[in-house]
């Protein structure tokens, strides 16, 4: 199983481990918490 960044917090985990994923731009983004899902959505072109 791949590893994947959180693009919020820059935690690595394996892409079975993320809690929250949010589909933007044609890519799919993982994320360790829904808190860290809850910011990406509000400011996505922050951490893309
Ligand atoms: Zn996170």
């Given at each position: 199983?791949?590893?994947?960044?959180?693009?919020?917090?820059?935690?690595?985990?394996?892409?079975?481990?993320?809690?929250?994923?949010?589909?933007h731009?044609?890519?799919?983004?993982?994320?360790?918490?829904?808190?860290?899902?809850?910011?990406f959505?509000?400011n996505p072109d922050?951490?893309t």
């Amino acid at each position: 199983m791949a590893d994947v960044k959180d693009p919020v917090c820059g935690m690595v985990i394996a892409e079975s481990d993320a809690v929250a994923t949010v589909e933007h731009g044609g890519s799919t983004y993982y994320f360790c918490s829904q808190d860290c899902a809850e910011e990406f959505r509000e400011n996505p072109d922050d951490y893309t």
